[in-house]
């Protein structure tokens, strides 16, 4: 292509052009909505308790998963479920935890906490709590349940 300058020129502004229609246009398809921005911090509760379990949802030496349900601990919507686990009752110094996101709208949270690369036919010890997303604890540990991989 053997252009002269005023060609060029012509060329580099079209050029241009369609770049800053693109990214205009991009921009529409992949900007964040401002409904689905981050969740403002929520009133903490007063006090948060375990309303069932923790249980035992699936326990192989491969992959376990425990199961709580709290009322709703408030605070930041970034928080944790934590397990601390371990084959003795008195060193539960292992810990897994597992992301979750708090609805404000909801009464109650549900954590899942997946545990890997167990030891199989293995009893181990374990307590639950949850923290938020700075590790600030929600105030909240069941006592010392079991289970046992297969």
Do not use: C
């Not at 020129?9 to 229609?21: C, D, E, I």
């Amino acid at each position: 292509m053997n252009l002269n300058d005023s060609g060029k020129s012509l060329y580099l502004k079209r050029l241009l052009l369609k770049l800053v229609m693109s990214v205009i246009v991009a921009s529409l398809f992949y900007s964040t909505p401002t409904g689905a921005q981050v969740a403002p911090t929520t009133k903490k509760a007063e006090s948060v308790k375990i309303t069932q379990g923790p249980e035992i949802e699936r326990a192989d030496s491969y992959l376990t998963i425990v199961r709580w349900t709290t009322n709703n601990p408030g605070g930041s919507p970034e928080h944790y479920g934590v397990v601390h686990y371990g084959p003795n009752p008195k060193d539960l110094s292992q810990t897994a935890k597992s992301p979750i996101r708090l609805n404000p709208d909801h009464r109650e949270t549900v954590f899942r906490v997946r545990i890997e690369g167990l030891q199989p036919r293995t009893t181990y010890y374990y307590t639950v709590d949850s923290v938020e997303a700075n590790g600030q604890g929600d105030g909240v540990k069941s006592t010392v349940k079991q289970f046992a991989t297969r």
